[in-house]
């Protein structure tokens, strides 16, 4: 059975940080993203990474602040989030594919629970 499961989500400080991870169980995944969902949006895609970590993508409103890295003997992907902004609350969700990254939300094959990111002003 597979599983992504999150964790690391809080309450934070505008210009804090944050380390997100998500581990996943039952296969490994070439592909693995974060996506987010703020109250009333629908969700939108933050950052992916191939299996190799040649590969990696960012929505434009996180570059230079976010980082996505993945350990794969722990079959594991975390964004590191700095500088953190009011606008960057919402539930944070975790995903993997099987094919090769994307970052199309609809693409991906598993997803997780989500975990809760809120940035006070």
């Known amino acids: 059975q597979v599983q992504l499961v999150e964790s690391g989500g809080g309450l934070v400080q505008a210009g804090g940080s944050l380390r997100l991870s998500c581990a996943a169980s039952?296969?490994?995944?070439?592909?693995m993203g974060w996506f987010r969902q703020a109250p009333g949006k629908e969700r939108e895609f933050v950052a992916a990474?191939?299996?190799?970590?040649?590969?990696?993508y960012y929505a434009d409103s996180v570059k230079g602040r976010f980082t996505i890295a993945r350990d794969n003997a722990q079959n594991t992907v975390y964004l590191q989030m700095n500088s953190l902004k009011p606008e960057d609350t919402a539930v944070y969700y975790c995903?993997?594919?099987?094919?090769?990254?994307?970052?199309?939300?609809?693409?991906?094959?598993?997803w997780g629970q989500g975990t809760q990111v809120t940035v006070s002003s």
């Open positions: 990474i191939s299996w190799s970590g040649y590969s990696i």
């Open positions: 995903a993997a594919r099987l094919s090769r990254v994307a970052t199309v939300t609809g693409t991906y094959d598993y």
């Open positions: 039952g296969r490994t995944f070439n592909a």
